[in-house]
């Protein structure tokens, strides 16, 4: 064993984790050479004295200040929320999630994104009948609304040429799912 | 079984001798079953502890108190959570770790800090002399003293992953795997950290043997 391989070997031979072969080779190693005895020597020494530096205390102030921390983390804690919870939350997230996109995948989305372009009349499934669809949407610009003014859903305008007569049968109000309770 | 050994020591001995007597896993088991005490008999095992590694580690004993107080907030908050197949003690080093890890990544990003630390170094170095054992002989007060300094400043000299590990072995008397556990590296770069450790401060304190 030459000096480079010792030192690799070192921290393993210290803690008594060679092999009896390998604590062999570098006992043998350490006999004959004096400067990796020093080698030795200096880190025992160094080390006894790390050990002997006196320990450093608490202040006095420590477990006062420690309570104090305690008794505001048990009052305004917020109450740690138990893996049962998480669980709850997670699936009512997926429900919710799955509500919303069954709801856009059926045609009807949200009110606002299809009140705000609306189109003129389209074909709708009906049993054998073609249907025309109404689109509604607010009569005013519902940004300028104050925030005390009344439901900005409820003044509409008809956007049809069928909006003087009266509706026929085959005219379907498509108003927003929203509106509609689902 | 925890509360009836519990109950059975406390009859014995009394309550604040009776968790002195258990073991930190049934300490902690105490506390879970709402033996509040439990938990200050934790503090006044492991706060001496950990403010010696902490300060160790970020050379700031202010800074490392202030550590310890949140490493016991976080023991406190999360104790229900904690695994009892583990051992309490590499888990409270975990925590304590972590914490002056980010101090320390912290204070180099603010120079601030950086300048404060240095200053507090500067002024621990004028200090006045210590009287010691007077029995003593002044060259070997000197030479004591001087050994003493040196290893603090060497320790203080290591880089960071090599002092943490080189910490928790030579002054925490931790084992190979629970310094891979607090420092969340594997067995082989826990040996090669504390190799590189040992070789670096035995080179440092080398010169100055005689």
């Not at chain 2, 999360?78 to 197949?85: M, P």
């Not at chain 2, 060259?139 to 050994?147: A, F, N, T």
Request: glycine letters at 4%.
């Amino acid at each position: 064993m030459d000096c480079c391989e010792f030192r690799e070997k070192y921290s393993d031979f210290a803690d008594g984790l060679l092999t009896h072969a390998a604590a062999c080779q570098a006992r043998q190693h350490l006999a004959l050479c004096a400067s990796c005895r020093r080698f030795d020597a200096a880190l025992r020494a160094g080390l006894s004295a790390l050990r002997q530096l006196p320990p450093i205390s608490v202040s006095r102030s420590f477990s006062e200040r420690l309570k104090r921390r305690l008794r505001w983390e048990l009052t305004v804690r917020i109450p740690v929320i138990d893996r049962w919870y998480g669980a709850v939350g997670a699936l009512l997230l997926v429900v919710t999630v799955g509500f919303i996109a069954f709801d856009l995948a059926d045609g009807h989305g949200f009110g606002g994104a299809r009140l705000a372009a609306p189109t003129s009349s389209s074909s709708t499934r009906s049993a054998g009948m073609p249907m025309r669809t109404v689109a509604l949407r607010p009569l005013v610009d519902t940004s300028i609304l104050p925030l005390d003014a009344p439901h900005p859903f409820q003044p509409i305008m008809i956007l049809a040429d069928t909006a003087t007569e009266p509706f026929p049968a085959h005219v379907r109000m498509d108003v927003p799912a929203v509106w509609g309770g689902r | 079984m925890t509360l009836a050994l519990h109950d059975s020591l406390r009859a014995q001995h009394g309550p604040r001798a009776a968790l002195a007597e258990l073991d930190d896993a049934h300490v902690v088991q105490a506390f879970l079953d709402g033996e509040s005490r439990a938990f200050d008999e934790l503090v006044s095992r492991y706060q001496a502890r950990l403010l010696n590694f902490v300060y160790r580690t970020i050379g700031d004993r202010e800074r490392a108190e202030d550590l310890v107080q949140e490493v016991f907030i976080r023991i406190y908050r999360h104790l229900h959570r904690f695994d009892q197949t583990k051992k309490f003690s590499t888990w409270a080093y975990t925590i304590a770790s972590n914490l002056a890890k980010n101090e320390l990544r912290n204070r180099s990003r603010n120079p601030l800090v950086l300048f404060q630390t240095i200053k507090k170094h500067w002024e621990a170095d004028h200090r006045p002399l210590q009287f010691e054992d007077s029995r003593s002989r002044p060259d070997d007060l000197y030479h004591r003293r001087h050994l003493r300094d040196l290893v603090e400043e060497t320790v203080a000299q290591l880089p960071e992953h090599h002092r943490e590990v080189f910490v928790l072995r030579e002054l925490e008397g931790k084992t190979y795997e629970e310094i891979a556990e607090i420092t969340g590296c594997n067995l082989g770069t826990v040996k090669s950290r504390l190799n590189r450790a040992r070789n670096h401060f035995a080179a440092i304190i080398e010169p100055h043997l005689d």
